[in-house]
């Protein structure tokens, strides 16, 4: 089955330190999107990109975050400097935009611990 | 702008009973899409069944069937014989169609426990 990847799985680091999340979307889809998972805020959509180009990053702390798709097989999440509130689970989701019944499909997620 | 509504923070059923997770939305596209996941406490997010609103019946799959009430703005999720690994966190998500947005919008979650 086709899925999508997240690297890396795991990432425990001090503060103020660069963190770099990666995913790999479905071959084929040409949407992705960012989500953050915490308990006190459940899942919220930081950032999404239709054929690479950004169109919605607005919930995304902009002074710290960033999120880029270098090619069609790549999509990146960092955070400098991280802080402890950045702790979370981050998903990574694509999914093809033209066909109607298409479901967006999750990665694994990133566990982030920032000390 | 959408929204998601899921008013059961959490759910118990009896293992190999049925059981209903409720979720209403708000939108005002025309055409949309309402999505099921589950969540276990392993984390990730599997998919699980989805109607678009275009949709005149029902979808199910397997043990799965989503009871959309268009009129109404409703898209429960039916859980038919329910099994311990039914148990986990379920989230209602909805999308907008025909529109370059395509950006969804997840409920809060029912955590669903199955019990023996």
């Known amino acids: 089955d086709a899925r999508v990847t997240q690297t890396p799985r795991h990432k425990v680091t001090e503060m103020g330190q660069e963190v770099t999340m990666r995913c790999q979307p479905i071959?084929?889809?040409?949407?992705v999107f960012w989500y953050r998972q915490t308990m006190m805020q459940g899942l919220e959509l930081l950032a999404y990109?239709?054929?690479?180009?950004?169109?919605?990053d607005s919930g995304m702390p902009k002074d710290r975050f960033s999120a880029e798709m270098p090619d069609a097989t790549l999509a990146t999440l960092k955070i400098q400097p991280s802080e402890p509130r950045d702790s979370a689970v981050y998903f990574c989701a694509s999914r093809y935009t033209g066909v109607l019944d298409q479901p967006q499909h999750f990665g694994d997620g990133t566990r982030l611990s920032i000390l | 702008a959408q929204k998601i509504t899921q008013t059961q923070p959490g759910m118990f059923v009896q293992e190999k009973e049925a059981v209903t997770l409720d979720c209403t939305y708000d939108?005002?596209?025309?055409?949309?899409?309402l999505f099921w996941y589950k969540q276990p406490s392993s984390g990730e997010m599997i998919f699980l069944i989805y109607?678009?609103?275009?949709?005149?019946q029902n979808a199910t799959e397997g043990r799965y069937s989503l009871n959309f009430q268009k009129a109404r703005k409703s898209a429960n999720l039916v859980i038919s014989a329910s099994q311990l690994g039914d148990s986990a966190m379920y989230f209602c998500?909805?999308?907008?169609?025909?529109?370059?947005?395509?950006?969804?919008?997840f409920g809060d979650g029912t955590t669903l426990t199955v019990k023996p």
């Open positions: 939108t005002s596209d025309q055409s949309y899409g």
């Open positions: 998500a909805i999308i907008p169609l025909n529109t370059n947005a395509g950006k969804s919008t």
């Open positions: 071959l084929g889809h040409n949407t």
């Open positions: 109607q678009g609103s275009y949709d005149e």
């Open positions: 990109f239709r054929n690479r180009a950004p169109l919605d």
